[in-house]
């Protein structure tokens, strides 16, 4: 297993450098001019040296390699706060944002914590609801569990995450005022009260998305089940005396789990690109609505970093679930 995943962190490598580097060239070659929000009476010369400033004047490979550079050099002291702080030489290497004329790392970081909590939380739930439900929904076939089980399962998978979002403000925040309908990015926990405070308005955005994905999941999770329920392992473990309790939950469930895991595990990235629509109807500050608002503003820098990031964390995690399997069942041999 150890020989297995070094070898293939090793094949990561180039593979992310490829994959940087197609990114980079799409969006470089794309048309934008950090220059195209400035006022039309900003005289040419102070326009040059704002180009200047921003790095854009430098030949595309030197902006290549900057740009990387952000995301190999990180700072002892900020190892804590996340990989995206960097450590230049001079803020003048720094990448800039075209919008906000901000380092694209220090952006980043600031909106991340958002997108962690109020998503990463919702996605956990999800899952949490969803295993259980799609364990006992195969596990009772066509009972009157798996029928509603099978009914919000649609609903939630089929409805619109916008429409539920509104339809929950509507009801909790305008109707019975248990709620807050936006979201407010500059509460800092300190105490209880505010941490009662952070819950409440988590709740509506969390339940949106945790309807979402445990409908998607428990799917997955009640056609596996099906699918090995009825495999003759299945039938042998019975015919030696081992307890139904035992049959489902060490035998069944361990074999079921393989292709679920592949399916949270590619999800987990969404994490952390944010659930932009979600994000705008509850003015989650995140980094689904930072992505939203660069490709409007035609923030190319901003644009590159980000989906850089979502493609690395999906080569990561795709390593993950492959090591999950090896865990999950001992037929599996990488070496």
Same mark, same amino acid.
């Given at each position: #297993?150890?020989?297995?995943?070094?070898?293939?962190?090793? @094949?990561?490598?180039?593979?992310?450098?490829?994959?940087?580097?197609?990114?980079?060239?799409?969006?470089?070659?794309?048309?934008?001019?950090? *220059?195209?929000?400035?006022?039309?009476?900003?005289?040419?010369?102070? =326009?040059?040296? *704002?180009?200047?400033a921003?790095?854009?004047?430098?030949? #595309?490979?030197?902006?290549?390699?900057?740009? @990387? =550079?952000q995301?190999?050099?990180?700072?002892?002291? &900020?190892?804590?706060d996340?990989w995206? &702080?960097?450590?230049?030489?001079?803020?003048?290497?720094?990448?800039?944002?075209?919008?906000?004329?901000?380092?694209?790392?220090?952006?980043?970081?600031?909106?991340?914590?958002?997108?962690?909590?109020?998503?990463?939380?919702?996605?956990?739930?999800?899952?949490?609801? +969803?295993?259980?439900?799609?364990?006992?929904?195969?596990?009772?076939?066509?009972?009157?569990?798996d029928?509603?089980g099978?009914?919000?399962?649609?609903?939630?998978?089929?409805?619109?995450?916008?429409?539920?979002?509104?339809?929950?403000?509507?009801?909790?925040?305008?109707?019975?005022?248990?709620?807050?309908?936006?979201?407010?990015?500059? @509460?800092?926990?300190?105490?209880?009260?505010?941490?009662?405070?952070q819950?409440?308005?988590?709740?509506?955005?969390? +339940?949106?998305?945790?309807?979402?994905?445990?409908?998607?999941?428990?799917?997955?999770?009640?056609?596996? *089940?099906?699918?090995?329920?009825?495999? $003759?392992?299945?039938?042998?473990?019975?015919?030696?005396? %081992?307890?139904?309790?035992?049959?489902?939950?060490? &035998?069944?469930?361990?074999?079921? %789990?393989?292709?679920?895991?592949?399916?949270?595990?590619?999800?987990?990235?969404?994490?952390?690109?944010?659930?932009?629509?979600?994000?705008?109807?509850?003015?989650?500050?995140?980094?689904?609505?930072?992505l939203?608002? +660069?490709?409007?503003?035609?923030?190319?820098?901003?644009?590159?970093?980000?989906?850089?990031?979502?493609?690395?964390?999906?080569?990561?995690?795709?390593?993950?679930?492959?090591?999950?399997?090896? #865990?999950? $069942?001992?037929?599996?041999?990488? $070496?």
């Amino acid at each position: #297993m150890l020989t297995y995943t070094i070898r293939r962190l090793l @094949l990561a490598i180039p593979t992310l450098f490829f994959i940087s580097l197609i990114i980079f060239l799409l969006l470089d070659l794309a048309p934008g001019d950090p *220059m195209s929000q400035v006022p039309l009476t900003v005289p040419p010369e102070v =326009k040059a040296k *704002m180009r200047e400033a921003l790095g854009a004047d430098q030949p #595309m490979v030197v902006r290549y390699v900057l740009w @990387l =550079k952000q995301f190999f050099v990180v700072e002892p002291q &900020h190892i804590l706060d996340g990989w995206f &702080h960097t450590n230049w030489a001079g803020d003048s290497q720094r990448i800039l944002s075209w919008q906000s004329r901000s380092p694209v790392a220090d952006t980043i970081a600031e909106r991340l914590p958002q997108t962690l909590t109020v998503i990463g939380s919702s996605y956990l739930i999800g899952v949490l609801i +969803a295993l259980p439900i799609g364990i006992l929904s195969a596990y009772r076939q066509y009972s009157w569990f798996d029928q509603l089980g099978t009914f919000i399962a649609m609903i939630g998978f089929s409805v619109p995450t916008f429409f539920t979002g509104v339809l929950l403000i509507v009801i909790f925040s305008v109707n019975l005022h248990w709620f807050p309908s936006i979201y407010d990015t500059t @509460l800092k926990v300190t105490d209880w009260a505010s941490f009662g405070t952070q819950v409440r308005q988590m709740a509506m955005p969390v +339940a949106v998305l945790s309807l979402y994905n445990a409908a998607q999941i428990s799917r997955y999770m009640r056609s596996s *089940m099906l699918d090995n329920l009825t495999q $003759d392992y299945v039938r042998t473990a019975r015919a030696k005396g %081992l307890t139904e309790r035992v049959v489902v939950l060490k &035998h069944v469930l361990r074999n079921s %789990l393989i292709p679920v895991v592949t399916v949270i595990a590619l999800g987990i990235p969404t994490i952390f690109a944010g659930a932009i629509i979600t994000e705008q109807v509850f003015k989650v500050n995140g980094l689904g609505a930072l992505l939203i608002n +660069a490709i409007y503003a035609n923030d190319i820098p901003m644009v590159q970093t980000l989906t850089f990031i979502f493609a690395v964390l999906i080569v990561l995690f795709n390593l993950v679930a492959d090591i999950v399997y090896g #865990m999950l $069942d001992p037929r599996i041999r990488y $070496d």
